[in-house]
């Protein structure tokens, strides 16, 4: 699939935090500037439709509050990747997997260091795991 410089990905306002390539098409990771989270959109038919997926991945609204009220830290989406048949999301509060295409996630890890959330790398079978605010 190749995406011509004027096409765009997400067209519903926000901003583009991360593309990947998914096995027929793309996931998409953005910001809405409204509630201050981010999303995971998902195309298999080279973004002529976009489906929104992770829902159960998003923050409550109890945890939007507390985090508005600085008691807690967000718990973004940073990073999607796809390995096998597995969707692997990076929040700031751990790594969670996808075997249904985003519809149910299950959480693999727990932050070794409180609230960095974490980038991932995928070869093969293997996860790469970075901390979002470095080594």
Known sequence: ?????RDRVISEGGAGIAVERIEGGFAAIVHNPINQTNTIHLSLDSGKTRNAIGGELQPSWFSLLMRKTGLIKSSDILSIKQMGKYLICG??????RSADGGKTWTKLVLPAIENYGFNLSVSGNVIYVIPNKGC
């Open 91 to 96: 929040r700031s509060d751990g790594i969670f």
């Open 1 to 5: 699939m190749m995406v011509k410089p």
